[in-house]
């Protein structure tokens, strides 16, 4: 009789290649059996698991990925972790990713220097099956080289010629913002916009929703007025809205590029006992989780949503399905209290308070 592949009492643990053996498939069925994948059958999974279970065997990430040229690792690419957009686009792609069997290897670059020495590095070889670029903009040179490991690629956020998508039309959200103004009667509308290179990345979305505003305000025949800040967040709205009160003439309205900066805003103007929206009003763009807190008129944007369809976006690459194609997911008003008709408080018509 021939001896056992694995017999209890062994000192050495059971390896794939035992399980494969057993079950008499590949050691890569194996693999893709216990991870889940789609394109193994019933019986053929049931059979690995119960050779894996005889076996008393244990998934080495390793072994695992040597047998079946997979990693079962994502890598992410994102230039902030902690800001809100980004931590929700991951939890995004966690939820989707999770449950198709793979781990998130997240990068995070912070500076165009960081990102530079990144790609002089190109780490993701070896280590991940698939990329996600998260609202990364990137010179040709680093798509090329992100191209050149020929594996399964989606951003979020941002456009790679060639590359499948997930995103928002963020000029569309910036004109509905300005029309909601519009319609109430506002002909005053300054635009409270982010930096133009924060971080040094010069990001898409940024340029977009400025060109939205620009279009809309000319679409209404009026004059626009953009105000850029050096700094990103609350603060920066802080900073940018006390120049705005500092002006010569208050505008009846202010477009805040997205809603930290609208938040921060709205905390300058009850400093200086501006009234909102009696005096000023204020839209942002996103539906940050404080929007509601500070009674923030904004346009809405699915940010988890985005993670999780990117994310089923590439599993199903993964799996063998065809490249995934660009995916636009919708943006919505919700109207709050931070936005009315004009009203010229008589006390400082054209001047703001001292």
């Not at 890598?75 to 686009?89: E, L, Q, S």
């Not at 999770?98 to 990144?118: C, E, I, M, N, T």
């Not at 009003?281 to 369809?309: C, F, K, N, W, Y």
């Not at 690459?317 to 709050?336: A, E, F, K, Q």
């Amino acid at each position: 009789m021939d001896e056992p592949l694995f017999r209890a009492g062994r000192s050495r643990q059971a390896s794939i290649v035992d399980v494969a053996a057993l079950a008499g498939v590949s050691p890569a069925t194996v693999s893709r059996s216990l991870r889940g994948h789609r394109n193994v059958s019933a019986q053929t999974r049931q059979r690995v698991l119960d050779a894996a279970r005889e076996l008393a065997y244990t998934i080495s990430p390793n072994a695992s990925g040597l047998a079946s040229g997979r990693t079962g690792a994502v890598g992410v690419v994102v230039p902030f972790v902690t800001r809100w957009y980004f931590a929700n686009v991951i939890a995004g792609l966690h939820d989707a990713l999770s449950v198709a069997g793979y781990d998130l290897l997240l990068y995070h670059l912070g500076d165009v220097a960081a990102r530079d020495r990144f790609f002089e590095r190109m780490p993701l070889a070896r280590r991940v099956d698939a990329v996600v670029s998260v609202a990364m903009p990137l010179p040709e040179e680093h798509t090329l080289a992100l191209r050149a490991l020929d594996m399964p690629m989606v951003t979020v956020g941002a456009c790679v010629p060639g590359v499948p998508g997930v995103g928002i039309d963020d000029e569309l959200a910036c004109r509905t913002a300005v029309h909601h103004l519009v319609h109430q009667g506002h002909e005053r509308i300054t635009m409270l916009a982010g930096s133009d290179d924060d971080g040094g990345f010069g990001f898409v979305s940024s340029h977009r929703r400025r060109a939205g505003y620009l279009a809309a305000m000319a679409a209404a025949g009026l004059q626009p007025c953009v105000h850029p800040v050096d700094t990103y967040g609350i603060e920066a709205g802080i900073v940018g809205m006390e120049a705005i009160l500092g002006g010569q003439r208050l505008p009846t309205a202010v477009v805040a590029e997205y809603d930290e900066l609208a938040i921060g805003g709205i905390r300058a103007m009850r400093r200086a006992s501006v009234a909102v929206p009696g005096q000023v009003s204020v839209i942002g763009v996103d539906d940050h989780e404080m929007a509601a807190v500070v009674d923030l008129t904004t346009i809405a944007q699915p940010v988890r949503e985005q993670g999780t369809a990117a994310g089923q976006m590439l599993a199903a690459m993964l799996d063998g399905g065809s490249p995934g194609v660009d995916l636009v997911l919708p943006t919505r008003l919700v109207v709050r209290g931070s936005t009315g008709e004009p009203f010229n408080n008589p006390r400082y018509p054209t001047n703001p308070p001292a």
